[in-house]
């Protein structure tokens, strides 16, 4: 199975999922898409870029309950939103410069769109 086609499952999987990319960090292109309408380059380009970016993020500041002070991580996820979307960015756990990014409803599961994106990485990660 192809990048598109698992990008097409992903979008079917999450209710709520307008927009699924598969994104290289390190050059923040969009290298696959799959939509529910067609989308303007420069709208794929910003998403890329906005991944990056938050991806990248050395001074996410990460809560850890257990010891007392917290500490600074890259994250492997990030969500914001709008009032009118959620834009869910997943970093992949084998190869750090790829990464979906999705634009969802703004009531979508957030848990079920990580799993979800882990679930598809991994495939990804296994025929590269």
Known sequence: MDVSERLSNLRSAV??????????LSSKMVLAVNARSNQPQER???LADQAE????APDVIIEDPAPSQPSAHIPDYVVTSSPENLEVFVRSAGDA?????LVCAINTDIELALDQC???LIAIGKES
Do not use: K, M, T, Y
Not at 15 to 24: E, N
Not at 53 to 56: A, C, D, P, Q, T
Not at 97 to 101: K, S
């Open 15 to 24: 209710p709520g999922c307008h927009l699924a990319a598969f994104i290289d």
């Open 44 to 46: 794929l380009d910003v």
């Open 53 to 56: 970016r938050l991806l990248s």
């Open 97 to 101: 410069n790829e990464a979906l990014g």
């Open 118 to 120: 882990d679930a598809i």
